[in-house]
């Protein structure tokens, strides 16, 4: 198991910005490639950005790119995703999610967070 707790979600407005967390326990959190993910009610659960091990390597979903940044802190077992100029339609359940997999093999993805709500007003 890695526990994964994800944090930052809240209630912004159109063209703000959101930092989310997540943060493992459990086992090497450096060894795992890290994914974010959303999911609105009654939708598939959509990829959003994803890390690889070290940190070398990012890639992004074409609806965030140049608006999303994701990072990664090994030494403090965090992933993060910077969400920038957020619109209506990012508004989501954000997941985190660990894999020991490349970081785009998407149905690898083996351990996730409970989630997080992100809501943008228009």
């Known amino acids: 198991q890695v526990p994964l707790v994800e944090s930052g979600g809240g209630l912004v407005q159109a063209g703000d910005s959101l930092r989310l967390s997540c943060t493992a326990s459990?086992?090497?959190?450096?060894?795992?490639?890290m994914g974010w993910f959303r999911q609105a009610p009654g939708k598939e659960r959509e990829f959003v950005a994803a890390i690889s091990w070290s940190g070398g390597s990012t890639y992004y979903a074409d609806s965030v790119k140049g608006r999303f940044t994701i990072s990664r802190d090994n030494a403090k077992d965090t992933v993060y995703l910077l969400m920038n100029s957020l619109q209506p339609a990012d508004t989501d359940v954000y997941y985190c999610?660990?894999?020991?997999?490349?970081?785009?093999?998407?149905?690898?993805?083996?351990?996730w967070g409970q989630g997080t709500q992100v809501t943008v007003s228009s």
């Open positions: 999610a660990a894999s020991r997999f490349p970081p785009l093999e998407v149905s690898e993805y083996g351990y």
């Open positions: 459990g086992r090497t959190f450096s060894s795992y490639a």
